[in-house]
């Protein structure tokens, strides 16, 4: 877990860039999994002409291996605000937090306009509770 704790301000000032990330991150996993179903179909016919085949073959291995590379760069870009990304489809991104001397975690998901949820470090996404008013710092 990162050292960084948010305020709900500050981790609400994240929320676009978090989003941009997101967006990024989903446009690239619908690419790879089209082009892995391509791939994939492609195996299937292969039967005549193997030496091209193979050739074509790498090359949409060495694509699909791009857009993995691709991907783990808008992660790391979550990662390096400090923040957990905990799942692109529906993005869910936790900010670690402390309330009454505890570690909690502020708890957004895609589609939400700013941070109303926190949970506990094993509670998870099923354990999210309403910030309070008094939170809100």
């Not at 690239?28 to 091209?52: A, C, G, I, P, Y």
């Not at 791009?66 to 692109?88: P, S, Y």
């Not at 502020?106 to 700013?114: A, N, P, Q, R």
Request: with cysteine.
């Amino acid at each position: 877990m990162s050292n960084k704790h948010f305020t709900v301000k500050e981790a609400n000032k994240l929320i676009p860039l978090i989003e941009e990330e997101l967006y990024h991150l989903k446009k690239l996993q619908s690419e790879f999994d089209h082009k892995l179903q391509h791939l994939n179909k492609v195996k299937l016919q292969m039967k005549e002409h193997v030496q091209t085949e193979v050739s074509s073959l790498f090359l949409m291995e060495s694509e699909l291996e791009f857009l993995e590379i691709q991907a783990q760069i808008h992660v790391t870009n979550i990662k390096n605000t400090g923040a957990l990304l905990k799942g692109i489809d529906p993005g869910l991104v936790d900010f670690p937090s402390i309330k009454n001397n505890e570690t909690i975690l502020l708890c957004w998901k895609e589609g939400e306009s700013e941070i109303s949820y926190y949970h506990s470090e094993t509670e998870g996404f099923a354990g999210r509770k309403p910030l309070s008013d008094d939170d809100e710092s």
